[in-house]
């Protein structure tokens, strides 16, 4: 049972370059996040999913894009990356939402920098 | 001013010490949550409680929602226990799904 696996760990960009983070999860579940951490800061939330075929805009979602065509899926894209997307993306899930009744469970993390 | 706050934001102790790190929100909220993060950088969910007192092994969680204050207490503390300690709460108006997140406790615990 893998939980929540993001691809890739380690990435070095450079300004204006495009990329694709991907999240999965075997844990059929419907709602799935997307954060960034940065240093002093906590977890800031960029779009979410509320089930396959939905996207909602976070508190930062500006520069990034989402999709979530398959359930199991969470992709966040960078159409055209700048320095201040250097960060750490945090991928996590939870079997429902909203009322915040249920656990999340988070992906590894995957490092970003944007040269 | 934060919506949840966490103090203190760095703590080091000695092994075998009673650990007390604390949060405190001004929202109301149906649940809050206490996460680990380990350095290296995964996270995980350590409880998630909306009322009384959890209990998980050395770790224990307590919320009193009329204060609006949270405590998590490490019993017999050990080097492995040195990460960073999250709390994090779920309004109760929110219909965005959205966590307000504090900044996190860092946990230094010397042999």
């Known amino acids: 049972n893998a939980g929540v696996t993001q691809t890739p760990k380690f990435r070095v960009l450079k300004t204006g370059q495009s990329m694709t983070l991907l999240c999965a999860q075997d844990?059929?579940?419907?709602?799935m996040y997307w954060y960034r951490q940065d240093p002093g800061m906590g977890l800031r939330l960029i779009h979410y999913?509320?089930?396959?075929?939905?996207?909602a805009k976070g508190e930062v979602p500006d520069g990034y894009n989402v999709s979530r065509l398959k359930k199991q899926n969470f992709l966040l894209g960078l159409e055209s990356a700048a320095p201040s997307q250097t960060s750490v993306y945090f991928c996590a899930s939870s079997l429902e939402g909203g009322s915040g009744a249920n656990v999340l469970t988070f992906g590894a993390g995957s490092r970003l920098t944007v040269l | 001013k934060n919506e949840v706050e966490q103090s203190p934001q760095n703590l080091t102790a000695q092994e075998g010490e009673f650990i007390t790190i604390n949060c405190s929100y001004s929202v109301g909220i149906s649940a809050l949550h206490w996460l680990q993060q380990h350095p290296g950088g995964g996270i995980v969910s350590l409880f998630m409680?909306?009322?009384?007192?959890k209990k998980h092994g050395r770790l224990i969680a307590t919320i009193n929602i009329q204060e609006k204050h949270s405590s998590l207490h490490i019993t017999a503390s050990h080097p492995r226990d040195s990460a960073v300690y999250i709390c994090a709460v779920s309004p109760c108006m929110d219909s965005n799904y959205q966590l307000i997140w504090g900044a996190g406790t860092k946990l230094i615990i010397k042999p």
């Open positions: 999913s509320v089930g396959e075929g939905t996207t």
């Open positions: 409680l909306s009322s009384g007192k």
């Open positions: 844990m059929n579940h419907e709602y």
